[in-house]
């Protein structure tokens, strides 16, 4: 498709679960981003992969948050040991230009953890 | 993670009013942008703002990025019910080209 696509659209683990969320760009997109957004709440940055640049991973809030990237195309999320605090939507966003803040977002994965 | 702050964080206007909105950073930024999210989507760009002082009007919209580069608004004229969704700054330092920092929003919702 033209845009971004993210999957599972929708996911219910319980606590302590593994879950990978993935999200396919927008073909010839450099940079990918994942954004973490709880209820009723705005973007919270997590990880940022540009080109074959290391990762900007400074937004991930624990060690249990890791993030995957082949080449300039497919990225994995992925979370171990979920707890009820991950419940939350997680959007990925891919640019042509890092530098211009315009970001083209996916639909989200929503994740509800019991 | 940092937040900028926005308000209000919520409005209900009726149909053919303008509306104003706001973000305000204790950061400089060197790009201001807004986006606009409806239930179940991901965010939209709404218009992109890369100097200070800047006014940009995008159809209805126009947005201004402040002198101080530390805040921006926003204004909708003649709002009409497709504009109901949640509105988000979003700010660009130097030094962190691809990271944006997201608002806390401006939840709009417009009456007939």
């Known amino acids: 498709g033209a845009g971004v696509s993210q999957s599972p659209s929708n996911k219910v683990t319980e606590k302590g679960k593994d879950v990978e969320l993935r999200c396919d760009p927008i073909?010839?997109?450099?940079?990918l981003y994942w954004y973490r957004q709880r209820l009723g709440q705005g973007l919270e940055f997590l990880i940022y992969?540009?080109?074959?640049?290391?990762?900007?991973k400074s937004g991930l809030p624990s060690d249990r948050f890791s993030a995957e990237r082949t080449g300039e195309s497919v990225s994995t999320l992925t979370i171990q040991r979920t707890q009820q605090e991950d419940s939350a939507v997680y959007l990925c966003?891919?640019?042509?230009?890092?530098?211009?803040?315009?970001?083209?977002f996916g639909e989200g994965s929503r994740l509800t953890v019991l | 993670g940092q937040q900028l702050n926005q308000s209000p964080q919520s409005m209900f206007i009726q149909e053919g009013e303008d509306v104003s909105m706001n973000c305000t950073s204790s950061?400089?930024?060197?790009?201001w942008l807004w986006y606009k999210q409806e239930p179940g989507e991901g965010p939209v760009l709404l218009i992109a703002?890369?100097?200070?002082?800047e006014l940009t009007s995008n159809g209805r919209l126009t947005a201004q990025f402040g002198i101080t580069r530390k805040d921006s608004f926003l204004n909708i004229s003649a709002s009409i019910p497709s504009d109901v969704g949640i509105y988000f700054c979003?700010?660009?330092?130097?030094?962190?080209?691809?990271?944006?920092?997201f608002g806390t929003g401006t939840r709009l919702q417009v009456t007939l």
């Open positions: 992969f540009q080109g074959n640049s290391a990762p900007d």
């Open positions: 966003a891919s640019s042509s230009d890092s530098y211009t803040g315009e970001l083209f």
């Open positions: 979003a700010g660009q330092g130097t030094g962190t080209a691809s990271k944006l920092t």
């Open positions: 073909s010839g997109h450099t940079a």
């Open positions: 950061s400089i930024f060197n790009t």
């Open positions: 703002l890369y100097k200070a002082g």
